[in-house]
């Protein structure tokens, strides 16, 4: 069965702080690891996909295959970056998405 | 430039009610699935669609039907609502390999 687990519920970081959110997964096969970021009572916006290996906002992730994580971060948190961070996975078709119960990323000014 | 569009936003409901939460993506996307957000339960898929005329079980069908009659509409009906059913409804639509979208929400009080 596949899986998402994010075992932090709550993060508080200083403004200026590095970040790290941690993802990981069980999945039997090749997933596709995303990041999602959802600001107060908005739409979820895609924020990372591995295959794309870019860095959005100044927020990396890297898959670890042998670790089976996919731990999101930045270097310097800023003011803007707190909201609610989810970890998801999908097959290759993309048609659904497994998700993480999601950390609530704070920046402390 | 419309992209997913949710509808009703805001919704209460009386126990035992049913009701239909529209969703429609102007994408051309094949994909389409429904989810529920719950406090300390992230996103749990409800049910999805890979195409019109296919549609497919998630992780909590339960008490949901769903039917997808054409390429852009993907409605989720709530057959008698339960307090249980409070929830956010975040509907999502993607073509294969390619980036799901989400829209804004539903948010549904059942009393």
Known sequence: ?109 | NAGVTQTPKFQVLKTGQSMTLQCAQDMNHEYMSWYRQDPGMGLRLIHYSVGAGITDQGEVPNGYNVSRSTTEDFPLRLLSAAPSQTSVYFCASSSQGNTIYFGEGSWLTVV
């Not at chain 1, 687990?5 to 096969?29: D, I, M, R, W």
């Not at chain 1, 860095?55 to 999101?72: M, R, Y």
């Open chain 1, 1 to 109: 069965a596949q899986r998402v687990t994010q075992p932090e519920k709550l993060l508080s970081v200083f403004k200026g702080a590095p970040v790290e959110l941690k993802c990981n997964y069980s999945y039997s096969g090749s997933p596709e690891l995303f990041w999602y970021v959802q600001y107060s009572r908005q739409r979820l916006q895609l924020l990372l996909r591995h295959i794309s290996r870019e860095s959005i906002k100044g927020f990396t992730a890297d898959l670890n295959k042998g670790e089976t994580s996919f731990h999101l971060k930045k270097p310097f948190a800023q003011e803007e970056d707190s909201a609610m961070y989810y970890c998801a996975l999908s097959g290759l078709g993309n048609e659904k998405l497994t998700f993480g119960t999601g950390t609530r990323l704070t920046i402390i000014p």
